[in-house]
C-alpha cells in the first residue's frame, strides 16, 4: 500500500521558532509537494520539487523553505514562525509528471502561538 | 494565472437525495481530477477526466468533463452520510503543477 508520512499530526510552536514539518513517501517517486490548506483558500502549493537537491517555488514561498537531500524525503522549513502560518500542512508524491495522481499525507496542523 | 472555481462552497443535504457540484474555469485544461478529502485525512484521487465531453462513473458517483475542456461536473445519486467530505477539482494546465478549486464541503444527513 502507497504511503506518504508526515512526520508530526499536529505540533504547536511560538513565534519565531524555526519548525520542520518532514514528509517521506515510499512509492520512489520523483515530485513531492508541499501545500497549505486554510479554510475558504482552498490548497494552496508553497515549494515543490521534481528531484533531489532540486526545488521550485509555488504560490505562496515567502515565509517557508525547503530540502530534498533524499529521493523519499522532502522537508518544510519555517525559519522563524509567525501567526499567519498558523495552518494544515499537506505533503503531496507524484510519479512521472508534476500533473499525475497526488498522493496525499495525512496532514500536520500547526499552531503558532 | 489559471483559476478553478467550485460551486457551491458548502451543500447541506438529506441521506437519498441527489446533489451536482461544478467546476468552472475560463482556461482549457488537458485533464481534470476530482479528490475527496475525509476529517482528518489528505484528499484522495477520485478519478481523472481527460477527453472533452468524457463522462466516468464511479459507483452513485458520475463525473463530466465539458466539450471544451474548461469545465467538469461531479453528480452523486442518492447521497449516503459516507459521501460526506471536501470535494475538489484540480486541472492541469500544462507545464506547471495542478491547479486545485477551493472545494465544495458536502454534508449528508442521516
Known amino acids: 500500500d502507497v504511503k506518504v508520512t508526515q512526520s508530526s499530526r499536529y505540533l504547536v510552536k511560538r513565534t519565531g521558532e524555526k519548525v520542520f514539518l518532514e514528509c517521506v513517501q515510499d512509492?520512489?517517486?520523483?515530485?513531492m509537494f508541499w501545500y497549505r490548506q486554510d479554510p475558504g483558500l482552498g490548497l494552496r502549493l508553497i515549494y515543490f520539487?521534481?528531484?533531489?537537491?532540486?526545488?521550485e517555488k509555488g504560490d505562496i514561498p515567502e515565509g517557508y523553505s525547503v530540502s530534498r537531500e533524499k529521493k523519499e524525503r522532502f522537508s518544510l522549513i519555517l525559519e522563524s514562525a509567525s501567526t499567519n502560518q498558523t495552518s494544515m500542512y499537506l505533503c503531496?508524491?507524484?510519479?512521472?509528471?508534476?500533473?499525475?495522481?497526488?498522493?496525499f499525507g495525512e496532514g500536520s496542523r500547526l499552531t503558532v502561538l | 494565472t489559471q483559476l478553478l472555481e467550485q460551486s457551491p462552497q458548502f451543500l447541506s443535504i438529506q441521506e437519498g437525495e441527489n446533489l451536482t457540484v461544478y467546476c468552472n474555469s475560463s482556461?482549457?485544461?488537458?485533464?481534470l481530477q476530482w479528490y475527496r478529502q475525509e476529517p482528518g485525512e489528505g484528499p484522495v484521487l477520485l478519478v481523472t477526466v481527460v477527453t472533452g465531453g468524457e463522462v466516468k462513473k464511479l459507483k452513485r458517483l458520475t463525473f463530466q468533463f465539458g466539450d471544451a475542456r474548461k469545465d467538469s461536473s461531479l453528480h452523486i445519486t442518492a447521497a449516503q452520510p459516507g459521501d460526506t467530505g471536501l470535494y475538489l477539482c484540480?486541472?492541469?494546465?500544462?507545464?506547471?503543477?495542478?491547479?486545485f478549486g477551493k472545494g465544495t464541503r458536502l454534508s449528508v444527513i442521516a
Open positions: 484540480a486541472g492541469d494546465g500544462g507545464n506547471t503543477p495542478l491547479v
Open positions: 482556461s482549457v485544461f488537458s485533464s
Open positions: 503531496a508524491s507524484s510519479r512521472d509528471t508534476n500533473t499525475g495522481e497526488l498522493f
Open positions: 520539487s521534481y528531484d533531489v537537491k532540486m526545488k
Open positions: 512509492m520512489d517517486h520523483e515530485n
